[in-house]
Nanobody, 116 residues
Framework: QVQLVESGGGLVQPEGSLRLSCTAS????????MGWYRQTPGNERELVAT???????NYADSVKGRFTISGDNAKRTVYLQMNSLKPEDTAVYYC??????????WGKGTLVTVSS
């Protein structure tokens, strides 16, 4: 059974940086894309950034220019480098992976808190 394990969340001051990592426990057959979503209490989960296995990236407008997504297919790992963090970036961040058949895999989430 595939498990996605996230790490790297925590407390950071505004304008600080964090790097999130997520690794799949086993290889995902026909992996198509990897990404990060986030959710705050009372709100729906929203896309932060995605990357396909051939390197195409997509970002939410709110994080463009501040966040960078990258992936290592061989290591089954996706990263999210977050710079210039703002209090409104505070959320639980979820790792996501999808294969070509539309099967979705989710991590359990890691909390990012941006506060002075």
């Amino acid at each position: 059974q595939v498990q996605l394990v996230e790490s790297g969340g925590g407390l950071v001051q505004p304008e600080g940086s964090l790097r999130l990592s997520c690794t799949a426990s086993v290889s995902i057959a026909s992996l198509n894309r990897m990404g990060w979503y986030r959710q705050t209490p009372g709100n729906e989960r929203e896309l932060v950034a995605t990357i396909t296995t051939v390197g195409f990236t997509n970002y939410a407008d709110s994080v463009k220019g501040r966040f960078t997504i990258s992936g290592d297919n061989a290591k089954r790992t996706v990263y999210l480098q977050m710079n210039s963090l703002k209090p409104e970036d505070t959320a639980v961040y979820y790792c996501h992976m999808r294969n070509y058949f539309g099967v979705d895999y989710w991590g359990k989430g890691t909390l990012v808190t941006v506060s002075s």
